[in-house]
């Protein structure tokens, strides 16, 4: 299938001016947001381009999952909550169009109103929301819910509640967050924000993690059934307050989504093959030319699918923890990605199919451009060269390999960075001039087979340098309570990242998020440069500045050499039984959180 946007060049060239043209908002109530200009979409519409206005309510999907899940509230750092749980049963005031960057309309709320300066935002709710339980979704659930979770939820929640000034109730149904900073995103924060019910949680201690409460939203789905970390099961809501909402018109289709945890990836393939779970989505491109000539796809029960997008690449290799001494020199780092014999590896592992990402915002045209930086983007760094790597400005890629295992060349340049950083080999082992040997620890998911044997060959090209690391391999809730306090070395590391970056830069990179426990910045980076362009690209008015801003940080991410990259794919593989069926039309992110389950549907 070939989703609109790639069959229509001129309408997507059309969608992105009028989405970054920096035209303002009048303060009056509108159907949606967009952080430039006016939503794509009239009052007026139906459904969302990309559904299935008509599709069929019924049957069921099964996913399986590496790991387990400790905790059914995934709204605070302790515990691990199961994936798709605050997805399917909470809801926000307004949601997103995956055709649309930068764009939400209404869902708990009927309206949104802003003035041309964003020092304001006001929602008015919808009249008929409800939750779960029946009982309506009030003024007092909206402000509490931002309440508690910038004061007590994930670290995630609390910068955007540090720039609320106050919050107010304006009318029976409507309230407005007044801002103390100069942040053109915040409307749209807001508008994401989960909505919880109060009285469920008023009298609990909110913070804490597990099994006793098992939470009430106002999503289309509710909790049926779970087994502690084996598997949870989510049911449709026959009575869904929203399901005739614009928004909301052909989502929520099926009536039963599970999802099956085991130990780890390629158990969960094996349950595939056996039906124990009806869709699978595919990371191995070598696996799937290969592997999927079992019964059920001979038979035709299992189709395959491959769902094209045109979002950032995102970042996904091996993060370096600059805390840590081993790793707080930049020449080390470039010795670590000159040491990965990517050509290789890659077609040990994938069949060399997929390509490298070459930068965070590869494949979209947020991506740090080929060549030095130039014009608005060389103006934006050029006041921070001095923090910079000394090549930064200038024209910067990764090492290519021959293809040979040895990798002769790369691992000749690997040396000559460590000798420059003060390291040498002696007696065969890596050492400073104190005779100290370099070593680090790596941590890995035990669940995540593939990123362990990827490791395994990278470990043997650094045993040749005189280094051998520490593989240590934990269940998930060790990885996660580890990563949170930033307790590793390196460790496997993904970020994905969108067509409309904002705030959440912050909570990946920003100085002040470095050693905040939980937040995203794993690699301890803090940089003026970084920190500036994020700042500009939030407060930025017009399309050039922005996609600058974007670039510029891609730049300092990228020539910083935090992370070991790896490879990524510009379309999904996804096998599933062929009662699954998803729309013709395929959104600009393609297979994205809000695609699958949301959008899909099943025929008997």
Known sequence: MTPAFLRNPV??????????????????????IAMYGTPALPPDFVSLPYVNPDAPKGGAIVFGEPGGFDSLNPFVLKGTAPWGLSIHVFETLLGR?????????????ESVETPPDRSWVEFTLHPDARFSDGSPVTIDDVIWSHEV????????YHSVHAQVARVEQTGPRSLRFTFNTDNRELPLLLGLR???QKTQWQDKPFGESGFATVPIGSGAYRIAGFDPGRSITFERNPDYWGADLPLMRGQANLDTIRYEYFGDGDIVFEAFK??????????????????????????????????????????????MNTRRPAFADWRVRDAMIHAFNFAFISEAVTGGDQPRITSYFANSELAMQPGPATGLELALLEPFADSLPPDALEAYSLPEGDGSERNRANIGRAFDLMAEAGWSV?????????????????????????????????????????????????????????????????????????????????????????????????????????????????????????TAAVRALDRVLTTGRYVVPLWFTDHARIAHVKELRYPETLPVYGDWPGFQPETWWSEP
Request: hydrophobic residues 40%; contains cysteine; proline residues 5%.
């Open 426 to 546: 002696q007696d065969g082992v890596m050492r400073d001039a104190q005779g100290r040997a370099f070593s680090f620890d790596v941590v890995l998911n035990q669940g995540a087979t593939e990123s362990r044997t990827v490791f395994d060959y990278y470990a043997a090209a650094l045993k040749r340098m005189g280094i051998t690391p520490r593989i240590t391999v934990v269940d998930s809730a060790q990885y996660q309570e580890r990563t949170n306090n930033y307790d590793f070395d390196m460790a496997y590391f993904t970020r994905a990242l969108s067509l409309s970056p904002g705030n959440e830069q912050r909570l990946y990179w920003s100085s002040a998020m470095a050693d905040e426990p939980g937040a995203r910045n794993w690699m301890g980076m803090k940089s003026p440069a970084a920190d500036a362009m994020i700042e500009t690209l939030l407060t930025s008015e017009s399309r050039e500045e922005f």
């Open 97 to 109: 169009s995956l055709d649309e960057p930068f764009t939400l309309y209404g869902l708990l709320a």
């Open 274 to 319: 056996a039906g124990e779970i009806t869709s699978f989505r595919e990371a191995n491109a070598a696996r799937w030319a290969s592997q999927y000539d079992f019964p059920r796809v001979i038979s035709g029960d299992v189709v395959k699918s491959e769902i094209p997008h045109a979002r950032p690449s995102g970042i996904a290799g091996y993060v």
């Open 11 to 32: 309408w997507l060239a059309a969608l992105c001016a009028s989405v970054l043209t920096g035209q303002s908002l009048s303060a009056e109530p509108a159907h949606g």
């Open 194 to 196: 989960p909505v919880l």
């Open 149 to 156: 979770l910038g004061t007590q939820g994930h670290p995630r």
